[in-house]
C-alpha cells in the first residue's frame, strides 16, 4: 500500500512548508499567532499590577480573529441565555443578521477563489480583499505590514 508520501502530488495544499517534512497538515489546524498585547504572556503589566490579556485570555497566542469573533458571539449568546429578562429580541437579531452577513461573504470569499480569469483577476482580487476585511478585521496579532495599504 503507497504512503501518502510515495505518491506524487501536484497540488500541495495542505502540506506543511519549509519544515522538511512531508507531513499533511489537518483541514482544522492553523497557526496560533503570538498576541501582540501581551507579546506572549499572557498578562499586562500596569502600574497596578498584572492584568490578564483581554485579546488572548491570557494564553500568550490567540485564534485567528474570525475564530475570535466566533467565539465573542457565542460568549453573548450565552449571556442572552442566562439573563432572558436583559435579552431583547432586537439583540437576538442583531447576532442572526451578524452570523448570516458572515456566512455570505464566506460564501463571497470562495466564488473569487473559484473563478480564475486574466482578464478579471485585478477585480476578483479587490472583492476578495475587501470579503476577507469585513470577515475578520484587523486584531492586534496581525502584523502592520500585512494591512492593506489605504486602512
Known amino acids: ?11 500541495d495544499a495542505g502540506r506543511e512548508h519549509g ?17 501582540a498585547s501581551c507579546y506572549g504572556e499572557g498578562e499586562i503589566n500596569t502600574d497596578s499590577g498584572p492584568y490578564l490579556c483581554k485579546d488572548c485570555h491570557g494564553n500568550g497566542r490567540i485564534l485567528p480573529t474570525g475564530e475570535q469573533i466566533e467565539e465573542r458571539i457565542r460568549e453573548i449568546e450565552v449571556e442572552l441565555e442566562r439573563h432572558p429578562q436583559e435579552a431583547k429580541p432586537e439583540t437576538r437579531w442583531l447576532v442572526f443578521e451578524l452570523r448570516r452577513t458572515r456566512k455570505l461573504l464566506w ?26 476585511a469585513a470577515v475578520a478585521p484587523r486584531s492586534p496579532a496581525v502584523p502592520r505590514e500585512m494591512l492593506p495599504e489605504d486602512a
Open 19 to 35: 519544515t522538511g517534512s512531508d507531513r499533511v497538515r489537518p483541514m482544522n489546524s492553523y497557526e496560533l499567532v503570538t498576541c
Open 107 to 132: 460564501q463571497i470569499r470562495s466564488y473569487c477563489e473559484e473563478a480564475r480569469s486574466d482578464a478579471d483577476d485585478a477585480i476578483i482580487v479587490k472583492i476578495r480583499d475587501l470579503a476577507d
Open 1 to 11: 500500500m503507497a504512503r501518502p508520501s510515495d505518491r506524487s502530488n501536484d497540488g
